[in-house]
């Protein structure tokens, strides 16, 4: 790594890039996948450079010095570009994704209220495609919308100046994706960047010969530091495609990995998942999975059995088990906070899941009726400091005990913008025995077992019925696994009070073809006209048995319904607030 620090002698991205776009202006960075499979699209240093200072220039004439200004693009090039002119201009990027049709702009406008931004780059299509929407909302009617391919091409990048910019500086805001009223725009500073991406790169051992493939959204902490900056700061070019293009067909991903030979390319354990529900080998003739390196899985509870099921399946097309790479971080660390060395062997340990509810690690025994099998996330990163703190006394948990996992180290970003009360309380806390500190308190649950952290759950998503503690993920894993016609990744269970007593809530999303067959009045014997009254049995069964809980309700949903965060996760608390507001429609028994 010390060979990387001498040759870039730089504060912030915008040194590196414009000292790349000097020294190598015709090398390719980033290509994009329009349609996720071959129609390419290419920005070279150069292009990158010349691009992001005319976009600079232009900011330059009508913006002061860290301002903040909202990125609104579909996944793709022009949100790179406009993402780096923003940087070139001295103002601060705020990443956000256009809502989706005929909904509504609650989101984007919090942030911009909360940002005090009056400034939004998008493009042409986009902005017209929220012509609708926006005046419906004549609150945005103040903000100055800026469409980056109608800059024109008359040397504007010539009138560009380069900011003064220091490590201390914001680099730009990355708002949290909770589903709380008031969004919270984390701080990350120049230093906290460059920090995490040096970590990045000396763990997964990146070289100027790595490869990426990258789908996950642009606007999403993992997607914009792990998919769109390391690259550029280790010098390696990536593939991007549009999180929709994955989506609608997962194999695409691997296809890609396969026709580019990447060494390095991941996401949240769901994408892992979905590759295994869609898997079909016709589709995958001539798949050659050998030069996948770093397989990386984060920014969701990590399932020993996925990693299992994907690599037996894609053995045979040249995937390598040691290719995983478990990480665990959150966008107030800027990124990666743990993680091992790539290529070493995955650890895992085996508990009792009775003692785990009650918050204690102890080992499963061989003939233990209820096993957890959890998976390391790894050693804290680059002077990196992990605590386990019970979040009640704030005081260090003793070993074998679950607590809330605390971070301190050059990485943790500076607080959230115009939030005091609330970046005093999460990132200035001290351990009351010991008065260590300060340390993020980052809201998971976990332990540390001979230096790993073991990453268990959100503490604000458990479920406690009884003076038990259950951990969402285990139940909706229960869930998926009672029938295929439940959708992967789209179960959400939660507790509401009912007559003084917490009741366990399920909704699952179930796949279109059962969707439309139950909801329609015909009495058709085909495979999917499974009667809805059995499904919901079954899933009270196996909740029951697994778990020894009872299940007060549960909805079946046609896909989409659930809420989820722009990187695919389900948002616990805002299913429960639309199941108690009665706005969910379920099969009808």
């Not at 691009?51 to 200004?69: E, G, H, M, N, P």
């Not at 900011?163 to 009223?181: R, V």
């Not at 009884?466 to 998926?480: A, F, L, M």
Request: charge should be neutral.
């Amino acid at each position: 790594m010390s060979g990387l620090k001498n040759k870039i002698k730089a504060a912030t991205l915008v040194d590196i890039l414009h000292s790349r776009a000097s020294s190598q202006p015709h090398q390719t960075i980033y290509n994009f996948l329009a349609d996720g499979e071959t129609a390419e699209i290419s920005l070279t240093y150069g292009q990158l450079d010349q691009k992001a200072r005319a976009i600079a220039a232009y900011l330059q004439s009508v913006s002061s010095f860290q301002d903040r200004v909202l990125l609104l693009f579909p996944a793709g090039l022009d949100y790179i570009t406009a993402f780096f002119g923003c940087l070139y201009a001295g103002v601060i990027p705020i990443p956000a994704y256009p809502p989706r049709p005929n909904r509504s702009l609650n989101r984007i406008q919090n942030i911009l209220q909360n940002a005090q931004a009056n400034l939004a780059l998008t493009n042409r299509e986009t902005l017209q495609s929220l012509e609708r929407q926006l005046e419906r909302t004549p609150e945005l009617q103040y903000l100055h919308w800026i469409t980056t391919d109608s800059l024109g091409n008359d040397n504007l990048e010539l009138s560009w100046r380069k900011p003064d910019i220091s490590e201390d500086n914001i680099a730009f805001l990355q708002y949290t994706s909770g589903s709380t009223a008031e969004p919270k725009g984390v701080k990350i500073a120049y230093k906290n960047l460059l920090h995490n991406l040096e970590a990045i790169h000396r763990c997964f051992k990146h070289t100027p010969q790595s490869k990426g493939i990258i789908w996950l959204p642009p606007y999403h902490d993992m997607g914009l530091i792990g998919g769109v900056l390391q690259p550029l700061f280790g010098d390696f070019p990536v593939t991007l495609m549009s999180p929709l293009m994955f989506l609608q067909n997962p194999l695409r991903w691997l296809k890609a990995i396969s026709r580019y030979q990447a060494t390095t390319s991941g996401g949240p354990n769901f994408a892992y998942d979905m590759c295994i529900r869609k898997f079909k080998p016709e589709q995958l003739r001539g798949l050659d999975l050998s030069s996948w390196q770093v397989a990386f899985n984060g920014a969701e509870p990590i399932n020993h059995e996925t990693l299992t099921k994907f690599a037996e399946i894609f053995a045979p097309y040249g995937f390598d088990y040691s290719a995983f790479y478990p990480c665990y971080g959150m966008a107030e660390a800027t990124l990666i906070i743990t993680g091992g060395s790539s290529n070493a062997s995955v650890v895992t340990k085996t508990v009792k899941g009775k003692a785990l509810e009650q918050n204690k690690i102890i080992p499963a025994d061989i003939d233990d009726t209820y096993p957890r099998t959890l998976v390391s996330c790894g050693n804290s990163l680059k002077d990196q400091k992990i605590a386990i703190a019970n979040p009640e006394t704030m005081a260090s948990c003793q070993p074998g005990e679950v607590g809330e996992i605390w971070v301190s180290g050059s990485s943790v970003a500076q607080g959230y913008w115009q939030q005091p009360q609330i970046s005093e309380a999460t990132f200035n806390a001290y351990l009351t025995d010991s008065n260590e500190g300060p340390f993020l308190r980052t809201g998971d649950l976990g332990f540390l077992d001979r230096g790993e952290l073991f990453f268990t759950g959100r503490l604000k998503d458990m479920i406690v019925i009884k003076g038990r503690n259950h951990y969402p993920q285990d139940i909706e894993k229960t869930v998926e696994e009672v029938s295929l016609w439940i959708r992967p990744s789209c179960v959400a269970s939660f507790s509401v009070e009912i007559r003084g007593e917490e009741k366990l809530i399920i909704l699952a999303e179930v796949e279109r073809v059962y969707w439309s067959s139950n909801r329609s009045n015909s009495k058709s014997s085909s495979p999917e006209k499974i009667a809805v009254k059995d499904l919901l049995q079954a899933i009270r069964r196996e909740i029951s048995k697994n778990h020894d809980l009872q299940v007060h309700t549960t909805l079946l949903l046609k896909p989409g319904s659930l809420p989820k965060t722009s990187s695919g996760k389900i948002q616990r608390h805002a299913c429960r607030t639309e199941f108690l507001a009665d706005t969910l429609e379920g099969l009808p028994l």
